[in-house]
C-alpha cells in the first residue's frame, strides 16, 4: 500500500513560486504514472499536471501550462510541482495522486491513491 504526503505549500503573493513535494512511502512508485490535482473552495477536485512512470511524458492542464512543472525523482520516490508566476485563482488544495498504472491520466476517476493534500493561498 502506498501512502502519499505532499508538502511544500503555503502562504505566497501573486507572482511568487513555490514547489510542492510529494514522497511516497510503503512501496516505489518508480512504475506508476502520478499527478497533481487541486480543488479550490466550492469548486470539484480538477487536474493539474501528471507524468508517466518514467519522466517522459507530461501534461499540464491548460490554466497552468507556462507556469507549473511536474518532474520526479524515482530514486527518491517522489514528485514536484514546480509552481511560477502564481495567481490568485491557484488558491486551492493541492493534491498528489497516483495510479496502477505506467501511462498519464488527467482524470480524477483513473488515480488510484492520494494523498491529504497541502494548502496553496495566493494573495493579490
Known amino acids: 500500500q502506498v501512502q502519499l504526503v505532499e508538502s511544500g505549500g503555503g502562504l505566497a503573493q501573486a507572482g511568487d513560486s513555490l514547489r510542492l513535494s510529494c514522497v511516497a512511502s510503503?512501496?516505489?512508485?518508480?512504475?506508476?504514472?502520478m499527478g497533481w490535482f487541486r480543488q479550490a473552495p466550492g469548486k470539484e477536485r480538477e487536474f493539474v499536471a501528471a507524468?508517466?512512470?518514467?519522466?517522459?511524458?507530461?501534461r499540464s492542464a491548460d490554466s497552468v501550462k507556462g507556469r507549473f512543472t511536474i518532474s520526479r525523482d524515482n530514486v527518491k520516490n517522489t514528485v514536484y510541482l514546480q509552481m511560477n508566476s502564481l495567481k490568485f485563482e491557484d488558491t486551492a488544495i493541492y493534491y498528489c495522486a497516483g495510479r496502477w498504472g505506467r501511462l498519464v491520466r488527467t482524470t480524477t476517476g483513473d488515480m488510484d491513491f492520494w494523498g491529504k493534500g497541502t494548502q496553496v493561498t495566493v494573495s493579490s
Open positions: 510503503g512501496s516505489t512508485i518508480s512504475n506508476n504514472a
Open positions: 507524468i508517466n512512470w518514467s519522466g517522459s511524458t507530461t
